[in-house]
């Protein structure tokens, strides 16, 4: 089963408006991963978070990590059409294998 | 830098062909990682490889799958014979030895058994 869940399923907003998407897992982890895959290509590494940040911020990226409720949120900030994308996030334990949640759908509408 | 170079980028074959995927990592990487996605089952790791050994190979399906890293800069999944269910997006990704470090994915190979 998928250590990592995203919620919603699907968004979508329109250009300017804030994204947030939730991820909630299940075990211990060391860090917190977000990717974004765009439609036909590969997934693009957008942020870390380690096991002990509480927010971590990079442009118009802001993630969130609450440890005692295995769960991490994605703000996108002012979000334009170019993000419309999956986004995943992926959990770290032990070792180097990232579990990957099922990925939430974004559409920027302009 | 050419990023994670996958081969071919679209398969399409027949029920009990053998296909092989391949992969080029980014110089000077040394863990490989081989995903599949599909629509039901999402984004799931098959195997990996530490300096060309493989270290966890428990997301393999069946024994029809098989992988190899001969060196550093190539690896390969095999499956044979292939069949309809094996049709996804199989991507690799390649990370520096740390256990905080991204993973950069290839751009996939979109396979398709008939």
């Known amino acids: 089963s998928q250590q990592g869940e995203e919620d919603p399923q699907a968004l979508s907003i329109q250009e300017g408006e804030n994204a947030t998407m939730n991820c909630s897992y299940k075990?211990?982890?060391?860090?917190l991963q977000w990717y974004r895959q765009n439609s036909g290509r590969g997934l693009v590494h957008l942020i870390l978070?380690?096991?002990?940040?509480r927010e971590k911020h990079s442009g118009r990226l802001r993630v969130t990590l609450d440890t005692s409720k295995k769960s991490s949120s994605l703000l996108i900030t002012a979000s334009r059409a170019a993000d419309t994308a999956s986004y995943f996030c992926?959990?770290?334990?032990?070792?180097?294998?990232?579990?990957f949640g099922g990925g939430t759908r974004v559409l920027v509408k302009p | 830098d050419a990023g994670v170079i996958q081969s071919p980028r679209h398969e399409v074959t027949e029920m009990g062909q053998e296909v092989t995927l391949r992969c080029k990592p980014i110089s000077g990487h040394d863990y490989l990682f081989w995903y599949r996605q599909t629509m039901m089952r999402g984004l799931e790791l098959l195997i990996y490889?530490?300096?060309?050994?493989?270290?966890?190979d428990s997301g393999m399906p069946e024994d029809r799958f098989s992988a190899k890293m001969p060196n550093a800069s190539f690896s390969t999944l095999k499956i044979q014979p292939s069949e309809p269910r094996d049709s996804a997006v199989y991507f690799c990704a390649s990370s520096l030895a740390s256990t905080m470090n991204e993973q950069f994915f290839g751009p996939g190979t979109r396979l398709t058994v008939l």
């Open positions: 075990t211990s982890i060391n860090n």
């Open positions: 978070i380690r096991s002990n940040e």
């Open positions: 992926a959990t770290r334990a032990a070792g180097n294998k990232l579990t």
């Open positions: 490889f530490n300096n060309n050994v493989p270290i966890d």
